[in-house]
């Protein structure tokens, strides 16, 4: 089982759709959570961080669930500028940071 | 302010040869990594330095990659004897320490032919 684990998509939304992923992680220990983006062929950039009471920024929304070892990000009123991969990053108390292998989402007009 | 850099943005060698990619981090940030991205694939994490511990060498894929960070800034990447699986994109990112998010260079892309 791999560490940090996405559904590789595509996920094909219309504009203005309500979509959410998830990213399951199987280390217990793990402690911080960020959600990056990644355009094609561009570096990841940072999203958003996730808080241990779940956190909103705009039409983004992240939420942890320990108890189920996934972090889930919600975007809401999707735009076709929201096109691209979507990673889970999760950090292990060795401070080692994982990636998912990214969720790809494709927001048609 | 000024991102992370990294240098050469291409690079292209035939197999056999060392290469060495660069990596400026922002500015006071005191954590580093080196990570490499196949055409299509996840992040692979190859090696990390927090300030001026031992670096955590976990990732690297052989002993024909090191790495090096100067006075506690620039880093380097070197890939001796490069192979054609080599071919990546190698992504540096720097972060105010550990505990806290990085921020990605946009990233070398090597092609061994």
């Known amino acids: 089982r791999k560490e940090v684990e996405q559904d590789p998509g595509p996920f094909n939304v219309p504009e203005g759709a309500t979509v959410a992923f998830n990213c399951t992680y199987s280390?217990?220990?793990?402690?911080?959570f960020f959600w990056y983006r990644q355009d094609c062929r561009k570096e990841p950039k940072l999203l958003m961080s996730?808080?241990?009471s779940g956190n909103e920024d705009g039409r983004f929304t992240a939420q942890l669930n320990r108890a189920s070892q996934y972090i889930s990000l919600l975007i809401r009123d999707s735009k076709l500028s929201d096109s691209a991969t979507y990673l889970c990053?999760?950090?292990?108390?060795?401070?080692?940071?994982?990636f998912g292998g990214g969720t790809r989402l494709m927001v048609k007009p | 302010g000024a991102g992370v850099s990294q240098s050469p943005s291409n690079k292209v060698t035939e197999k056999g040869k060392d290469v060495e990619l660069r990596c400026d981090p922002i500015?006071?940030?005191?954590?580093l990594y080196w990570y490499r991205q196949s055409l299509g694939q996840g992040l692979e994490f190859l090696i990390y330095?927090?300030?001026?511990?031992?670096?955590?060498k976990s990732g690297l894929p052989s002993d024909r990659f090191s790495a090096e960070r100067t006075g506690g800034s620039v880093s380097t990447l070197t890939i001796q004897r490069t192979q054609q699986e080599d071919s990546a994109v190698y992504l540096c990112?720097?972060?105010?320490?550990?505990?806290?998010?990085?921020?990605f260079g946009p990233g070398t892309r090597l092609t061994v032919t």
């Open positions: 990112a720097s972060g105010p320490s550990l505990l806290y998010e990085q921020y």
């Open positions: 280390n217990s220990a793990s402690q911080s």
């Open positions: 996730v808080y241990s």
């Open positions: 990053v999760v950090r292990n108390a060795g401070n080692m940071l994982t």
């Open positions: 500015s006071g940030h005191t954590a």
């Open positions: 330095f927090q300030g001026n511990s031992a670096p955590d």
